[in-house]
């Protein structure tokens, strides 16, 4: 089981408290599934893919992620809704910027996968 650890300042020095981490959520997509924090101001969105996910067809979000790629391998797909114009392999370590309304696709190459995405809550 995961935690989520809260650290305050109160009058005299910080202290932290623990709550319990959200669970995943299966997601409309077979073998993929998020885990959604949001605390100081940031979302936090953990995407992970077991060995088996089926591809994650063309989506988009209003807002500005910032990604990292933490396990496994990913094929990245960029394009519109009906149509993929463009594509680049993924692997842990590598940072993706998405831009607002970019639509774009994901393909399993090796998993199991997990993405950390991060944007200013709201």
């Known amino acids: 089981m995961s935690f989520h650890f809260f650290m305050a300042q109160t009058a005299s020095c910080s202290h932290l408290t ?10 409309d997509v ?3 599934q998020v885990q959604l924090v949001e605390d100081a101001g940031v979302s936090l969105l953990v995407l992970t893919a077991d060995t088996n ?3 994650f067809p063309p989506h ?3 807002d500005n992620w910032l990604a ?3 396990q496994g391998e990913a094929r990245l797909f960029s394009g ?10 993924c692997s842990p370590g590598d940072f993706i910027s998405f831009g607002a309304n970019t639509y774009h696709s994901w393909e399993l190459l090796e998993g199991p996968l997990k993405i950390v995405l991060s944007k200013v809550a709201g």
């Open 18 to 27: 623990r709550g319990c981490s959200p669970d995943l959520a299966a997601i």
């Open 30 to 32: 077979p073998g993929w």
């Open 53 to 55: 996910a089926e591809y």
């Open 60 to 62: 988009a979000s209003p």
């Open 68 to 70: 990292l790629v933490v």
């Open 80 to 89: 519109d809704e009906t149509e993929i114009a463009d594509g680049v392999d």
